[in-house]
């Protein structure tokens, strides 16, 4: 009894310290390994970075994790919950929220509707009430639009609420994904290379950005193949390569690393052949 | 309604939309009393039943991106549906509406939930082969109840007892467009609704719906039910009014109208599916005069139309009805 007690502390304790598991994650593609046995922990209220050279697994972690793709071997674990096998929809509504490399917005929406469809999962009006239009739906769309533009407000959109999305600047689409991500009010958001296609000014704004709302009961795993964009916000760094995790830990110990410094410099070898 | 009604800017578009609603309502409610050639009203009664089947494949078709070419087959079995109960069992048609509508949902459930996952050309084939199945099964005669290829005969006129018998052409005419006024009310009503966008998302970008915690499977599932069950209406009031059915009326050839009302007036523009089904229905009476040539006038005008203005005639607007910001009108605004 005593010691089932202990069990159940210890894994409170870990539930509120560890946001996200991975437990010996493998996903092949046809002969190709892509993720290989990779471990990772995502510590709560934490910005931790997953880098390493193009074509590493980085996105294919975030794609097994958001359950997109379905892994060959290995489970995963949200607050102690695991979610290996769950629809993505459903891991959105457990509070993990994501963004995408080429980024993926719904581009003839306008940008209000755009982060208010991220709030699909935090809503619940069915069918007759939103054909009757019943008291309840119309509380609940204003809701919806109230949190949605307070995203968009924070993010710096409000002016472009009523935009097609697709007719939004790069950058303020980049943003938009963010916001879109927000409105679900996950409890983790992955970021995968928010990033790229941004100038420095702009994704100096955006690391600014993400230091600003890590402070809102929020964790957030990021990926990036630019090593010097992650150092400056990252608490905990995990470097892939080749499917496998070579290096972790915090980013001045990464950076200095041999094998990670290898790997990144591997990769030009290769680039230049 | 009233929410939005509340700021200068938001009301004078409102009020304008809502002139241009009202308008267009007048138009078709004194119609009959102006034009008083059955014939004429007759037609109009067709451009109401591609209006409500434009509606019910623009469902499918314009708010999901779903590529349906069986469409019809929903509105069969709502027909038959109608047809053969009325027929065998006397039922009143009013009741058969909504069971026909029912009808119609369940097929569609059992037929598509197999294929739901299917994208694109490959969902659009099977919904090819659907509606064909469907067409050659009342052809077959199963278990001697559709009457092969001469259909089902002597349907009722819709009544309820002596009070309203629904008789003449003029009042089929309001019959559908009543029908078809309901169902825009509650098409808008959906458009603006979290259903409505998320159908929109998944016809913008399946991979970002689900992640955006869309149940894509579910919200699909639910606009062909929907859809089948409005088609199943509309086959359920064009038996009562040709007092027939038969087989030939849900031709591959009407679900490609169908399709040609949603593509005409613009995937998910209810205006537009007013516009195409007025396109579809009236410019064979117009150019009757010239019958032979008239398909190749159509097709020209499609091919034109596709250069010229692929988003269809008037598609949907977007952000043009700005609602005032809650934010500032709640005061909560940092700005």
């Known amino acids: ?209 993400l230091d600003e709302i890590i402070k809102e009961d929020l964790t957030i795993l990021l990926i990036e193949h630019d090593m010097n964009v992650v150092m400056g916000i990252s608490d905990w760094v995990t470097v892939m390569d080749e499917g496998k995790k070579i290096a972790e830990g915090k980013p001045e110990e990464v950076y200095s690393d041999p094998i990670v410094i290898e790997a990144y410099l591997g990769k030009e070898e290769e680039e230049e052949i | 309604m009233n929410t939005n009604n509340k700021t200068g800017q938001s009301t004078g578009i409102k009020i304008k939309n809502n002139w241009f609603a009202i308008v267009v309502s007048l138009l078709f409610l004194l119609f009959p009393l102006v034009i008083k050639n059955n014939y004429f009203i007759d037609v109009a009664f067709f451009f109401g039943i591609y209006t409500l089947l434009g509606l019910s494949l623009n469902i499918v078709l314009g708010e999901v991106g779903l590529f349906d070419l069986g469409h019809m087959g929903f509105a069969a079995i709502g027909a038959y549906t109608t047809a053969i109960l009325n027929t065998s069992f006397g039922i009143p048609i009013f009741v058969l509406l909504p069971i026909s509508a029912i009808a119609a949902a369940i097929f569609a459930y059992l037929v598509t939930s197999p294929i739901i996952h299917l994208r694109g050309d490959y969902l659009c084939i099977v919904t090819i082969g659907m509606g064909e199945i469907v067409r050659l099964t009342l052809i077959n005669n199963p278990f001697g109840i559709t009457g092969g290829p001469n259909g089902v005969f002597g349907i009722d006129f819709p009544s309820i007892g002596n009070l309203l018998i629904i008789d003449n052409s003029v009042k089929f005419y309001y019959f559908i467009w009543v029908a078809v006024g309901l169902t825009v009310l509650a098409l808008i009503h959906l458009q603006d609704s979290r259903i409505g966008r998320a159908w929109n998302c998944i016809r913008e970008d399946i991979i970002a719906a689900e992640a955006s915690g869309i149940d894509v499977r579910y919200y699909k599932l639910l606009a062909f039910v929907l859809g089948a069950a409005l088609a199943g209406v509309a086959g359920s009031i064009y038996a009562s009014k040709l007092m027939i059915v038969s087989p030939e009326s849900f031709s591959f050839m009407e679900s490609c109208m169908l399709f040609c009302i949603v593509l005409i007036g613009g995937m998910g523009s209810i205006p537009g599916i007013l516009i195409g089904a007025a396109a579809i229905s009236l410019f064979p009476e117009i150019f009757q005069t010239f019958a032979q040539y008239r398909m190749l006038i159509f097709g020209a005008a499609l091919v034109l139309m596709m250069m010229f203005r692929p988003g269809g005639v008037w598609p949907r607007q977007r952000g043009k009805i700005q609602t005032e910001s809650i934010l500032v009108k709640t005061g909560k605004s940092e700005i």
């Open chain 1, 1 to 209: 009894m005593e010691k089932e007690v202990q069990e159940l502390k210890e894994t409170m304790v870990s539930d509120t310290e560890i946001v996200l598991e991975t437990d010996n994650l493998t996903k092949r593609f046809g002969g190709l390994v892509a993720v290989n046995r990779f471990d990772l922990k995502v510590t709560k209220g934490k910005i931790s970075s997953i880098i390493g050279p193009n074509g590493a697994g980085k996105t294919t972690v975030f794609n097994v994790i958001t359950g997109i793709y379905q892994p060959d071997d290995g489970q995963y674990f949200f607050k102690g919950e695991k979610i290996s096998g769950l629809k993505t929809h459903q891991i959105l509504s457990k509070g993990i929220a994501r963004t995408f490399q080429n980024i993926r917005l719904f581009q003839n929406m306008t940008c209000l509707e755009n982060v208010m469809s991220g709030q699909h999962a935090r809503s619940q009006s069915g069918l007759w009430p939103s054909i009757f239009r019943l008291p309840s739906q119309i509380k609940e769309e204003q809701k919806i639009q109230e949190i949605a533009e307070r995203r968009l407000e924070q993010v710096g959109l409000i002016a472009y609420k009523h935009e097609l999305a697709k007719n939004i600047a790069y950058g303020n689409q980049r943003m938009l994904e963010i916001a879109r991500a927000l409105a679900s009010n996950p409890y983790l958001l992955i970021l995968d290379e928010p990033s790229s296609g941004l100038n420095d000014k702009e994704s100096e704004d955006l690391m600014n950005f």
